[in-house]
């Protein structure tokens, strides 16, 4: 299983997340992985809907609470 964070992009670099995520995905199916895990920040609605259009769906919920 591969894990991918999911990274601030400058809207200068449109269109390069898909291809940045193709290249991923390859990479962890060189390795034999079967399955991707992406970590996505809750207020960072626009990437959550890139990796939806990437074909990832909701899996589970991570909780956080500061101290």
Same mark, same amino acid.
């Not at 591969?2 to 995520?21: N, R, T, Y």
């Given at each position: 299983?591969?894990?991918? $964070? *999911?990274?601030?992009? *400058? *809207? ?9 995520? =193709?290249?991923?995905? #390859?990479?962890?199916? *060189? #390795? ?16 959550? =809907?890139? !990796? #939806?259009?990437?074909? !990832? =769906?909701?899996? $589970?919920? !991570?909780?956080?609470? $500061?101290?």
């Amino acid at each position: 299983q591969g894990d991918w $964070s *999911s990274d601030v992009c *400058s *809207s200068d670099l449109k269109g390069i997340g898909a291809k940045l995520m =193709e290249a991923a995905e #390859k990479y962890f199916h *060189s #390795k034999d992985c079967d399955a991707v895990n992406v970590e996505v920040f809750v207020p960072n609605e626009r990437a959550h =809907e890139f !990796y #939806k259009k990437c074909g !990832y =769906e909701d899996r $589970s919920v !991570y909780l956080f609470k $500061s101290l």
